[in-house]
């Protein structure tokens, strides 16, 4: 799992083990209803039930990351993730294969110091994700294979390639473990390991790391969801109980680690803009200094109102960006604060004021607001984070693992409670001190060699891949239990004096309100020569109104946890707010002024367009933000489509202040909105206070967005762009698709489940697992208003960017019929469909989104309870349809940003494709 992924996580999960609060007010979280025993192996399980969506969640933890590898074999933890998914031995199959069909949402993921596997399924086939599970706990080495090692050891550098030698910063944390913890140190390395490592790993440690930590003993199975648990409990014994327990684990403790002084170091990367990380050691996870410094870094930098964006980013305008985060490990942790400069400015302007405004915290405590807003924040963030079964699974996960206690969710609470702005200052001074490691990543002076490391799979190996096992293994898998009864959404609807719709759904589970305003004004809107201004008029929507400016707003949502988001697609602009029922007054409040009274202060819009424009120069650094751009460019020629959301940089720096105001007053009306309420909630109560939040806000008529129909994409052939150095190629192929009202947009669903929706589709199973040659594969289509692109992509190895291009080609056609579609791929991926439905409706933002989705295409109400019957109808004779209607692979666009020197002799060698090369700046421009 990519370091920065695994922050992401991390950090969204830290917001649920650092929920404070509720200490305003003495108020206690709920009781949840949680069971933990245990197998005669050792396996933990631990149970809750929530019956409110038909879906359950299956959690299995292994206590082992890649702090439990060593010195010249790092890697292992990681490796293991990808090869549980290869078949075991009562299914020697792709493990995708049988819970996609049942519409499974699955995954794994990696980290310092555990391995985790999950999926959410519908209730009716748990015992079938558990059957999965077991078997790949007690079976994998039976089924581990030469080739498939080889396979997913290709894979897992695909995936380094693409999260980090192939993004710009994309090693730091990597030099920043290496530089901070000693070379014997079990958090020297990150969990992707190193390329030398898995190339020198033989079959036999490999198997000799899954019998030492893969058993029962080291595990956590939690089940979250709609279950019975007489029944949950019976397929557990059946399954993981014949499983042997495993010898004991010894874990490693090192001593904390300790950074003398003050060290340096800089690092040249492929960016455009010096970075600043500032690292210094800090306490473990679920240390009596955890809370402190997480409160610490909230104070810091988060929100427009923290100390390090209220300086550095809005107020000096030293930095593009500005965060703070303790990153809290098992056995240590580390306190990063980082920045990357604006152009014409240093990082040592930066570390100046980051110092100056650790000096300040450190001579004294944060105020009272802003512990408030910190902790009324957690307390928010806290309820929002269990909404979904995964998450709560997953946290219950983590508090057996690094807790001993399942249910810690108000002990964990309390510690959070407990912290006094006292308590933060002296964290600040005790950690953030002078024994720190500085790093810079600064723009490159040299072109570099492209990285081809490693043995990259040629196709022969595909077919021992294929024939090593044609066994059918579907009769060995649990049935699944009738299916349950989903309840689909009622809505009652309204309509303001002024005109505004508004669409209501009581969920009253959990004291939340989710709201979604839909304005039907995207970037379709846009000017031709100002497009970006229906994306600026969005972003600055919160950024001050008559009598609150931004710094108001962002401080007054943080003081009660409320979440505020703007922004804009091609189809339509969005407001949504997430707050705590008992704060719904105050977030109404706040929410209509955002709505009603926006004012677009000229100092605020200066802001974003220097920003915007510092970004625009940051796209170049990174590849897929380059084939994007590009792809959309190449495809539509002078059309809509052709231009950038977010505008770029000639059209950014021409919108005026006056033409934002012109385009909030032309369709920002509440006559051409409707409002999206889901939650806790009474619906006469909540009109009248849409009524009264909403009573300034004046109706009139908005202009018509008419957007012509594109033209057909009419020069096939490759088009590359240049990208010195890159670690692997990125590939854009496709065309002009359909619009959202296509009559066969059922029919294109299934069709592109198959090619490429998911990730037992063909174009994956066939360029990673298959081959090798990527992290990942897919096809998709944009559906808007307007026809959007159809497009197959990859990030793939740069040695085989011809080959990668050959068998997209090759799957291309052959959906079309050179690889004909066979009824049990159809039926496979309709019941996929069909069954991954509830999961769409489990928390009050995904129903406020799926509603949302309704108004802004003008689906019928009755949309949601024809999906499945829709889908059901699809015929083989309608996949065949449509893939040769409207796929035509020989009139595509081959898109490549790569590395020319090494790619472009290959690529001229293919056949009816290798003549027609034309090339390509960063924005899409044709190079003479």
Not at 14 to 37: C, D, V, W
Not at 303 to 324: M, T, Y
Not at 608 to 628: M, S
């Amino acid at each position: 799992m990519r370091l920065k992924k695994f922050i992401a996580a991390f950090l969204s999960v830290l917001m649920l083990l650092t929920s404070s609060t509720f200490a305003q007010n003495g108020e206690r979280l709920p009781k949840l209803k949680i069971k933990e025993y245990r197998l005669k192996n050792g396996l933990r399980v631990v149970l809750h039930e929530d019956k409110s969506t038909p879906i359950v969640a299956v959690n299995l933890w292994y206590h082992v990351g890649s702090k439990n590898e060593v010195v010249g074999r790092t890697g292992f933890a990681h490796l293991f993730e990808h090869m549980m998914f290869q078949g075991s031995k009562n299914y020697n199959d792709d493990y995708f294969k049988p819970l996609q069909e049942v519409g499974a949402t699955i995954n794994g993921s990696t980290n310092p110091d555990r391995t985790n596997y999950f999926q959410v399924l519908p209730s009716n086939f748990l015992e079938l994700a558990l059957f999965m599970e077991a078997d790949r706990m007690g079976g994998l080495l039976e089924a581990m294979t030469q080739e498939k090692l080889d396979n997913q050891r290709d894979v897992v550098k695909n995936e380094r390639r693409q999260r980090y030698d192939n993004q710009p910063y994309g090693t730091a944390f990597e030099k920043i473990f290496a530089n901070i913890y000693p070379k014997d140190h079990p958090y020297n390395w990150t969990t992707i390991g190193s390329l030398e490592d898995l190339s020198a790993a033989s079959m036999e440690d490999v198997k000799a790391f899954f019998r030492t930590y893969y058993v029962p003993n080291n595990a956590t199975l939690a089940i979250a969801g709609d279950f019975n648990e007489k029944q949950a409990r019976e397929w557990v014994a059946k399954y993981f109980g014949p499983i042997p327990a495993g010898d004991p684990i010894k874990r490693p403790n090192p001593a904390a680690p300790k950074i003398s002084g003050e060290v340096r170091k800089s690092f040249e990367d492929s960016v455009q803009l010096p970075r600043l990380y500032m690292v210094w050691t800090s306490s473990a996870a679920n240390s009596a200094d955890e809370p402190a410094l997480d409160i610490l870094s909230s104070v810091l930098s988060s929100g427009r109102g923290s100390r390090l964006q209220s300086n550095l980013i809005f107020g000096k305008q030293l930095a593009q960006d500005a965060s703070a985060f303790n990153y809290a490990l098992e056995i240590a942790g580390k306190f990063i604060i980082q920045s990357t400069a604006r152009p014409g400015k240093t990082l040592a302007e930066i570390e100046t004021e980051i110092n100056n405004e650790i000096k300040r915290i450190q001579d004294a405590p944060p105020t009272a607001e802003e512990m408030s807003r910190a902790l009324n924040s957690i307390e928010a963030q806290t309820i929002f984070g269990i909404q979904n079964v995964l998450g709560k699974a997953d946290q219950l996960n983590g508090y057996a693992t690094y807790r001993n206690k399942p249910d810690s969710f108000q002990e964990d609470l309390d510690r959070y409670r407990k912290v006094t702005a006292a308590d933060v200052q002296r964290v600040a001074k005790q950690y953030l001190n002078g024994d720190r490691f500085v790093m810079e990543f600064v723009p490159r002076k040299e072109r570099v060699a492209s990285q081809r490391d490693g043995r990259v799979n040629q196709p022969t190996s595909t077919s021992a891949k294929k024939s090593e096992d044609k066994k059918d293994y579907s009769a060995n898998l649990p049935k699944g239990q009738p299916d349950p009864k989903l309840t689909l959404p009622s809505i009652q609807k309204a309509k303001l004096t002024n005109g505004l719709n508004v669409w209501m759904v009581q969920s009253k589970e959990l004291p939340i309100v989710s709201m979604n305003m839909v304005i039907n004004a995207g970037g379709a809107a846009d000017p031709a020569d100002r497009s970006g201004l229906a994306y600026l008029t969005a972003a600055l929507l919160d950024d001050g109104t008559k009598t609150r400016s931004a710094v108001d707003i962002a401080n007054q949502l943080q003081s009660i946890g409320a979440n505020l988001g703007t922004g804009s697609s091609w189809d339509s602009a969005s407001a949504t707010m997430q707050t705590l029922t008992k704060n719904l007054d105050k977030a109404l409040e706040i929410y209509s002024d955002v709505l009603v009274n926006a004012t677009y202060p000229a100092e605020e819009v200066e802001n974003r367009r220097r920003r915007d424009l510092v970004g625009f120069v940051q796209r170049k650094d990174n590849p897929n933000a380059i084939a994007n751009i590009a792809y959309s460019r190449l495809l539509y020629g002078d059309h809509p489509y052709a231009r950038s959301l977010q505008g770029d940089e000639k059209s950014i720096k021409a919108v005026t202040r006056a033409e934002i105001e012109d385009f909030y007053a032309k369709y920002y009306r509440p006559n051409n909105s409707t409002l999206v309420v889901v939650g806790d909630f009474e619906p006469k109560t909540l009109t009248q206070k849409l009524e009264a939040a909403f009573k300034d806000w004046k109706p009139a008529d908005a202009p018509v967005v008419s957007l012509p129909a594109p033209k057909q994409f009419e020069r096939p052939g490759i088009y590359l762009i240049d990208k010195p150095g890159a670690a692997q190629s990125v590939v854009s192929i496709g065309q002009i698709g359909v619009a959202r009202d296509n009559p066969d947009y059922f029919p294109l669903l299934v069709m592109n489940s198959i090619l490429g929706g998911q990730f037992s589709a063909r174009v994956n199973m066939n360029l990673r697992e298959e081959k090798g040659y990527t992290y990942g594969a897919r096809t998709s289509w944009g559906f808007r208003k307007g026809a959007g692109p159809f497009e197959a992509s990859a990030d793939v190895q740069t040695a085989v960017t011809k080959e990668s291009v050959m068998e997209f080609m090759k799957e291309l056609n052959g959906i079309r019929g050179a690889i004909p579609v066979t009824q049990q791929e159809l039926d496979y991926n309709k019941q996929s469909l069909i069954r991954r439905y509830p999961a769409g409706f489990e928390t009050n933002g995904q129903i406020a989104g799926q509603l949302a989705n309704l108004i802004t295409y003008g689906l019928p109400d009755s949309y949601f309870n024809e999906y499945i019957g829709k889908i059901q109808s699809v015929t083989l004779a309608d996949v065949n349809r449509v893939a040769n209607k409207y796929l035509q692979p020989d009139n595509m666009a081959i898109l490549i940003v790569g590395d020319k020197s090494v790619i472009e002799p290959k690529l001229k060698e293919i056949e009816g494709w290798g003549n027609k090369i034309s090339y390509l700046d960063p924005e899409g421009n044709t190079l003479k």
